[in-house]
Structures are given as C-alpha cells and as structure tokens.
C-alpha cells in the first residue's frame, strides 16, 4: 500500500491496515498454528481492544484477512515479473528471483507470502483453507495465462502451472530448512529445460 494511499484511510482503517500487515507477516514466518495473536498485536502496535473490534470473528477471520492481502500485494508483482518476458522461462525465472532475494533478505524467515499459512491450511478452519485454496488457485492461474501467451495449450499450461508453482513452493520450503538460497537458484536453472525453452 503507498503511503499516499495510508494516510487517506481513517483512524480506524489503519489500526486494522497494521494489524493485517503484522498478521501476514506472523502467519508468513509461523503458519497459522505458530501464529499468536498477542505476538501480532504487539508487532502492529494496536491497542489490545482493536483487535476483536476490526475481527470479531479472532484469529480465523484474521488469517482470511491476511491471505486476501498478501495476495492482492503478490499477483500484481508476479504480474509484472511475467509481463513482457521473452520466454516462458524467463518470466518465471524473474519471479523466482524476486521471491529468493526477499527470501534471501529476511534471513530465511520469510519468502512467499502465502507458503506458510497455505502449507498449514490443511489444519486450520474451513474459511482459512478456502481462502488459501483461493488464493493458490489464482497464482495459478496467472502462470496458466502467462504459459498459454508463450504457445501451450490451455490444458498444457494449467499442468505446467501446477509443476512450477509447486516446485517453486518446495525449493522455499528447502531454501528456508536449509538457510540458503541454492534450491531457488537451482529451480531458475533448471526451469528453461522444464519448460522447453531450450533443448
């Protein structure tokens, strides 16, 4: 959100606005399970009553709020990374990178915005899931478009869509086990021969 864009919300649209941004990134580090709502409220600087005002529903309706926001900052940048790109390959390998450099940077503690509290969803309530399930399905459907533009048939490129994005969720998972970015860079390499680009 552009700082422009925060100082035109309310009073009460920003407390909410932090807490979503300190949920995303409780949720991103910790899964939903790991998550604590006083840790969350402490990072977003809220008062204590703010939180039950903005999400009656607690912690479930939270973590629906923070996938809805993580994804409506991440498609338009994986949007932007496969716009224009020369190659399938190409595009994807500038996402990738994007993702490993924020990876990367915060030591290894955050990378998709949407891979921790998905890969936990299966264990949180029905709403979370669905909003996961959502969310992941939209990403992929962004690669299918982005495949389809390059030359694959629709069916083609919603399998090539459901490979890569799980290859790229897994090399994160290894990335952030392993504290280094080597599985990311080994996917960006790999990924011109996956997807044919080159012999």
């Known amino acids: 959100m552009r700082v422009s864009e925060v100082t035109r919300l309310t009073k009460g649209e920003q407390t909410r606005s932090r807490i979503v941004a300190a ?29 039950y005002f903005h999400f009656p529903g607690g912690k479930e309706q939270l973590a629906v709020a923070a996938i809805e926001a993580a ?11 496969l ?24 030591g290894f503690e955050i990378g998709c915005p949407l891979c921790s509290i998905v890969s936990s969803s299966a264990s949180a309530p029905e709403s979370v899931r669905r909003a996961a399930a959502k969310a992941v399905g939209t990403i992929e459907h962004s690669l299918a478009a982005h495949f389809i533009d390059h030359g694959r048939s629709g069916r083609d490129a ?10 790229i969720e ?28 080159e012999p």
Do not use: C, N, W, Y
């Open 23 to 51: 949920a995303s990134e409780a949720f991103e580090r910790d899964g939903f399970g790991g998550a604590g709502l006083s840790s969350i409220l402490d990072a977003s600087g809220a008062p204590r009553g703010s939180l």
């Open 71 to 81: 994804l409506a900052e991440l498609l338009p940048v994986i949007k932007e990374m």
């Open 83 to 106: 716009r224009g790109a020369r190659t399938a390959s190409h595009g994807v390998i500038r996402m990738l990178r994007l993702l490993s450099d924020r990876l990367e940077a915060s």
């Open 158 to 167: 919603k399998r090539l869509a459901t490979v890569v994005l799980s290859t």
């Open 170 to 197: 897994g090399a994160i998972l290894l990335a952030r086990v392993q504290r280094r970015r080597d599985p990311l860079d080994r996917v960006a390499k790999a990924l011109p021969q996956l997807l044919l680009d």
